[in-house]
T-cell receptor, first 113, second 113 residues
Framework: SAVISQKPSRDICQRGTSLTIQCQVDSQVTMMFWYRQQPGQSLTLIATANQGSEATYESGFVIDKFPISRPNLTFSTLTVSNMSPEDSSIYLC??????????FGQGTRLTVV | LAKTTQPISMDSYEGQEVNITCSHNNIATNDYITWYQQFPSQGPRFIIQGYKTKVTNEVASLFIPADRKSSTLSLPRVSLSDTAVYYCLVGDGMWGGYNKLIFGAGTRLAVHP
């Protein structure tokens, strides 16, 4: 199994600013994933982050808006840049552990005002 | 990744058995079927996975017919705490291609007293 800690758990931000979300895992993992979940909706995959390489973004998501870092096998950050109210969402980090089930963090609830 | 279709919502009462069916007509030979559960303000949690016939664990059973074009998640004797959104996912690999989980709309289950 894996224990994932996300910080912050929630934040209220002004439009035009940026927020960096941290994801810390208690074990080394090859791949980490970032999702967005808008109110009342399902999860949408933003990007896949491998250590030592650039993140792979899904259609509709770009690096300039959602830069991702993956400096080691237990940590990743997602930045939401130049925020607008439409970015208000829950952002979740997920990992796989040696090809077992996926584990998710508790999420970061972001409100942009 | 195969597309899945589930009912948007279901209602049940405490103590009843709940069956949630998922259609995946385009499932590939090496695809597994995986179900996740998500409570409000939490990340999704793995429930069960199967390839064919029946799988049972301490939480649920998963029934998969011979043609594998659908699957049914069965929750025995639900309680109020089973109120959640249930996601059916289909993907390749031993663990259902979880490396890149693509979530459908899910089924919102409400359990009433």
């Amino acid at each position: 199994s894996a224990v994932i800690s996300q910080k912050p758990s929630r934040d209220i931000c002004q439009r035009g600013t940026s927020l960096t979300i941290q994801c810390q895992v208690d074990s080394q993992v090859t791949m980490m994933f970032w999702y967005r979940q808008q109110p009342g909706q399902s999860l949408t995959l933003i990007a896949t982050a491998n250590q030592g390489s650039e993140a792979t973004y899904e259609s509709g998501f770009v690096i300039d808006k959602f830069p991702i870092s993956r400096p080691n096998l237990t940590f990743s950050t997602l930045t939401v840049s130049n925020m607008s109210p439409e970015d208000s969402s829950i952002y979740l980090c997920s990992v796989d552990v040696m090809n077992t089930e996926a584990f998710f963090g508790q999420g970061t609830r972001l409100t942009v005002v | 990744l195969a597309k899945t279709t589930q009912p948007i919502s279901m209602d049940s009462y405490e103590g009843q058995e709940v069956n949630i069916t998922c259609s995946h007509n385009n499932i590939a030979t090496n695809d597994y079927i995986t179900w996740y559960q998500q409570f409000p303000s939490q990340g999704p949690r793995f429930i069960i996975q199967g390839y064919k016939t029946k799988v049972t664990n301490e939480v649920a059973s998963l029934f998969i017919p011979a043609d594998r074009k659908s699957s049914t998640l069965s929750l025995p004797r639900v309680s109020l705490s089973d109120t959640a959104v249930y996601y059916c996912l289909v993907g390749d690999g031993m663990w259902g291609g979880y490396n890149k989980l693509i979530f459908g709309a899910g089924t919102r289950l409400a359990v009433h007293p």
